[in-house]
């Protein structure tokens, strides 16, 4: 009587580790998966130790979260992105006095005020000259008027800054300061290019001033309005 033959030995060394099916867009992952597992499982084999004591028993994959940091802004109102190239230019402007201060003030203060995703402000000027005279109001002292700040808006458009958009609104130059991506930033610029045919000369795209003068203060704080009396130099 014959004995069975002795069963088949089992081939040592690592096999490749099947990888589950995958739908949808993860398939294409799981394909570059099952071939790596298949050539580390095949590299391995042939580096193994001949007494196959080392085995590649699985491949194990982690995907990391990628944190992402929040901004830590003062106060409630979030933030804008500015242009750099802008701001130092109303930096000089300042020095200069080639813009007076109830203009830089009356412009930062709409900036800042902002329906994100629009650049449009809802103030009218009667509120921007009660916004900006909130803490002149607490302390007793002097105010801006809301004449001061109708004259403002009007250089600020004529710089190009600012456009009335109608119904009390401003609109802000969002290439010089805006709230919100910048999807939302070319979705705006390509309405306000197309509503002035795209003029290189005009809002958004042409900011004034156009050159430095010297020009007087006129924040009028407290002092009745006398057009006649105001001096520019330059």
Known sequence: MTSDPPARRRQRGPRPVPVPAATGS????GDILAVLGQQLGEKV?????PSGRRRLTGVHFEYAADPKAVHDMAGGAGYSLASNWFTQLLAQLAVANSITKSQLCVFLFVAGG???GTGITQYTQQEITDGLNKIAAQK????????????????LCGYNWVEKAGNGRIQINVRLWFQGNSTAQHEVLAEI???HEYDPESFPYGVGPEGAHQEELDLDFGVKEDLQA?????
């Open 193 to 195: 290019g197309e509503r």
């Open 26 to 29: 993860e398939a294409e992952y």
């Open 45 to 49: 084999a042939h580096a193994a130790d």
């Open 140 to 155: 007793g002292g002097k105010m801006i008027t809301r004449s001061t700040v109708n004259r403002a808006v009007q250089a």
């Open 230 to 234: 105001r001096k520019r130099t330059g």
């Open 114 to 116: 902002q329906v994100p």
